[in-house]
């Protein structure tokens, strides 16, 4: 089977958006709507190295309301659409592949309820998970889905984001309670509720949630919030081996040690992490841990790890509760991305994700770093490993195409692997355009009926086109 | 808003199944098919007081391969088709209202995979709860969630079922990663996959969890499995208010502590456990606690709850890590419905289910129990409340048609007043045919959409038809 990591998209026709509709959509937005270059340049290209598509025009919203009337209005002229958050998508998921309006909905930045006792909350798309969090500060609760970007929780949600919480925590999939999204006709619907659990009818919330704005705009979502734990403690520890770091990682979870985060990282990328955030431990397979609990929870928690990691060739696994070492440990795996970059200097970063059951993950890996070596390619990894996610940061020189093109196929066949273990082609990232030419491989006959629901709830196909869903 | 609990269903009219359809499912099944007015019957009505409606035949499947013939077979007749597990449904989710065939998966109920190191398993949709947790105990993993009843996985998955370890395990929703479904035409897909996360396309997972049967058949489940905690400890504490209790449930979810149950239990149905189980318990508002972890945790979690209990009003709060008194503890509360019916010799018994959030938990059921003495009737309470979620039994006299009409509007009332509360028509039992009056109510124009996806996927009408949706 051959399979393209970035099949070329159809180009965009400036066609695609007629003045009418502008016209509309000005007397709609007034100064809110943009069709200057520089803005639509920076709304078609996130920050992956996809290239980006334009739209023809950029309509900033402030309200489900507004949301709802451009969607009709673009509908009327047969005009696609693209929602936009914070542009930090990793997949081309915001290229406007097929020209069309770029709803931002950055401005709708509210938090418009928060209910402790209830321990959730209402935002409106456009609020980043930092805002949100900084927003909580007072109340004691936090948000803990991660995914490194300070992405807004439209798009988190949409693309069904994680992070370094996820083992813990979950995912957008499992902290979404609820939506407001605007169809692809222009109705407004309110999936979910505030109950913590239902099973009053098709769950909605969950099919919206990675859905990649191809079925809808997310206008507002209904998030669960956590007690801020009342001690965390973070702890380092390297091995020979990248088995030994992975049978850790899995004893610990079926121990049902209820470990917050664990980081694999590998000796490449420890290498850049010594380098760039001024470290000095072993250029070696390293895990970083953060457990969460209190006191008592949390030094039990560290020294049963300690024992599961010494037991399997683990060395040097050192913990700590104060926040100062915790914040540079894991500022230094956030800034993984830029030590990694910083490896090679002038070379671009290609953030590349797949995932397996934990039991292939040491498997996974080890091939992929052998194919890593055989194509003449740096790439450092680090990975959410308590869920069997990992990521190499490809590191190509602009100036050499083949370099590219030898990544690329090293990719495609990292993620037929990951299939092939029964993992799948995107952890975390989603399948914009980039990944759009795996989906069949993973999901086969599925397929058919995702491409049903779309047909069924979009038949213009007008909604983000060419992103999830292969042509 | 005038909306009925249980409305009319249109009766199945015996012709809905012709005599050619049958010939050919014999051909296929021989012996397993069967169109006996006792084997009908029994699979016609499920454990709820919603009157039955037998199919014209029950199909008892072996393989998913046969799923779909049967399907392929029904289809071309367009007759209708109800999936059937062990009957255990509580809103006549079996009941053929417009007559077809039955699929019985009871006898699909291999386990067919078990991944210790990545904590899943597969399962045939027949495999109860119980009889995967018995398959699962020399491994030292469960699966967690329990409805009480000894359903089958198949069922719990297709109405998303929960229950007791909800507040810490989380749902159907959570802990199925992937599905084999029959569709409508006769397609057989897989959902999901065994990766712990996945960003790759629409959640069609979690869509057909929660379906009842009205998108397609499921007929294997990929599951989450747990380690079995080193530790378990249950606790009992009585206090003199509802709300008193109902707040020290939202102190010890907002501290964090990991609770694996809080059951609360009205003094109604206190008195009636402590006849039916001979316990001597205060006749008050109680609540059930489980904890799980390890020796030290299990300790540190019972005293921080015992320490916010006698904060809010708790009394004698009790707990102890010994087998036997776990064991006799649970036991009183899964025996709690036989508990009740005891209280009023020859009653009915009907099981009732909302779910609120947490915040307005007190207010619901002091509002509804007021209601209860006001219609004169007699329904304990029994709530899964670190979910919000609560049932109360109604007594029914069966001689006493007024008696059922009484609690009928007095359900309809309390299920109202949840959804005004932003809570929703039903916690875990599902809609069936009993709630389908409510779906509206609560989703709104949700529920158009609802309509288009069942619409898409089964233009025919033939999945469990007259379940979910209403007409």
């Known amino acids: 089977m051959s399979v393209q990591t970035a099949p070329a998209p159809t180009p965009a026709t400036a066609s695609a958006t007629p003045e009418a509709l502008l016209e509309s959509l000005r007397e709609l937005l007034g100064e809110r709507l943009s069709t200057s270059a520089a803005v639509r340049e920076q709304h078609g290209k996130d920050v992956s190295f996809h290239e980006g598509f334009p739209p023809d025009a950029v309509a900033f919203a402030h309200s489900t309301e507004e949301v709802q009337a451009i969607v009709r209005l673009c509908a009327s002229h047969k005009t696609p659409i693209v929602p936009f958050g914070t542009g930090t998508s990793l997949e ?24 402790d006792e209830d321990l ?28 490194g970007a300070d992405a807004s929780l439209g ?35 309110k999936t979910g509720g505030r109950a913590r659990k239902s099973a009053a009818g098709y769950d909605l919330t969950r ?6 704005g191809t079925l809808g705009v997310i206008t507002e979502i209904q998030l669960r919030l956590y007690g801020i734990p009342e001690a965390m403690s973070a702890a380092v520890c390297s091995f020979d081996t990248l088995e030994g770091a992975v049978n850790t990682v899995i004893l610990t979870i079926q121990t049902g040690v209820p470990v917050a985060r664990i980081e694999l990282i590998d000796e490449v990328q420890m ?3 010594n380098r760039y955030s001024k470290f000095d431990y072993p250029v070696k397979p390293t895990l970083f841990f ?47 991305y830029w030590a990694a970059k910083a490896l090679k200097p002038g070379a671009g970063g290609w953030a590349t994700d797949v995932c397996v059951p934990i039991s292939r993950l040491a498997e996974c890996i080890l091939e992929t770093k052998k194919d890593i070596q055989a194509s003449n390619l740096l790439a450092p990894i680090v990975g959410h490993v308590g869920d069997g996610n990992f990521h190499l940061t ?34 975390e990232h989603g399948i914009g355009y980039g990944k759009i030419g795996f989906l069949q491989a993973e999901h086969g006959e599925a397929v058919s009926v995702m491409r049903t629901i779309k047909q069924a709830l979009d038949p213009d196909g007008l909604m983000n086109p060419g992103k999830v869903l292969p042509a």
Chains 1, 2 share one sequence.
Not at 207 to 212: K, P
Not at 415 to 423: P, Y
Request: proline residues 3%; negative net charge; charged residues 25%.
């Open 155 to 189: 798009g988190m949600a949409a693309t069904r984001a994680s992070g370094t919480n996820a083992v813990r925590y979950g995912t957008m999939r499992e902290n979404v309670l609820g939506l407001t999204v605007v169809l692809a006709d222009g109705r407004v619907i």
């Open 92 to 115: 081309g998921h915001i290229a406007a592949l097929k020209g069309g309006v770029c709803i931002d909905l950055s401005q709708m930045n509210s938090v418009l309820q928060v209910n």
């Open 120 to 147: 959730d909350c209402r935002v409106q798309a456009g609020v980043t998970r930092k805002q949100l969090n900084e927003y909580l500060r007072e109340t004691g609760l936090f948000f803990p889905i991660d995914p």
């Open 394 to 427: 490809y590191l190509i020189d602009p100036d050499d195409p083949d370099e590219l093109k030898r990544a690329s196929a090293a990719n495609d066949r990292m993620v037929m692997r990951a299939i092939g273990m029964g993992g799948t082609c995107t952890g």
């Open 271 to 273: 290498d850049a992490i």
């Open 207 to 212: 099919l919206f949630v990675g859905s990649e």
């Open 290 to 336: 953060e457990f969460h609990g209190t006191e008592a929870s949390v030094r039990e928690q560290s020294e049963t790890v300690a024992a599961l990691a010494e037991e399997l060739g683990g060395s040097n696994f050192v913990w700590s509760t104060l926040p100062e070492e915790r914040s540079k440990l894991w500022q230094a795996r956030h800034d993984g």
